[in-house]
C-alpha cells in the first residue's frame, strides 16, 4: 500500500483558497480522496491570521484542512541554515520556517503562489506546487 502523502499550505496558497469557496473545496476534496493530508505550518498563521475582516474566510478555510503543525527550535535553525546557505535575504526566514516545519512533520511538498521564493530554499527532496 502506498505511503500517504503530507503537503503543506504556505500563506499565499491559504489567502488564495480563503478567497474562492468553489476552488478550495473542489481542490481539497481533491486531495483528501487521493490520500493526501494536509498541514499549516505556524508561520503561516503568523502572516495570516490579523484578526481583521478577513479572518473569518482564512478560518474557514483552516477548518477544512488536517492540522496546524507547530515550529520546533530545530526546525528554525534548519531554516536559518538555508536562509544562509542560499545567501537569502532576511524576508525569505517565513517561508525557510514554513519549509523547515511542513519537512520536520513529515510534508514532501508546499502548495504556494510564491514558486520562485520557495524553490530557491527547498531542498531537492522537497516539491514545490503552484496554486
Request: cysteine-free; aromatic content about 2%.
Amino acid at each position: 500500500m502506498a505511503e500517504k502523502q503530507k503537503i503543506a499550505v504556505d500563506s499565499s496558497a491559504l489567502i488564495a483558497l480563503s478567497r474562492d469557496k468553489v476552488t478550495a473545496a473542489g481542490l481539497l476534496h481533491q486531495l483528501r480522496r487521493h490520500g493526501t493530508t494536509i498541514v499549516v505550518p505556524a508561520p503561516v498563521l503568523a502572516e495570516t491570521i490579523s484578526r481583521g475582516h478577513g479572518d473569518a474566510a482564512v478560518h474557514r478555510v483552516l477548518r477544512m484542512l488536517d492540522d496546524e503543525v507547530p515550529t520546533s527550535p530545530d526546525a528554525a535553525r534548519v531554516a536559518g541554515a538555508m536562509v544562509g546557505a542560499h545567501r537569502r535575504r532576511s524576508d525569505r526566514v517565513v517561508d525557510a520556517m514554513i519549509i523547515a516545519t511542513a519537512i520536520e512533520h513529515g510534508a514532501t511538498a508546499v502548495m504556494t503562489q510564491d514558486v520562485s521564493d520557495f524553490e530557491a530554499l527547498a531542498p531537492d527532496n522537497f516539491t514545490v506546487l503552484p496554486i
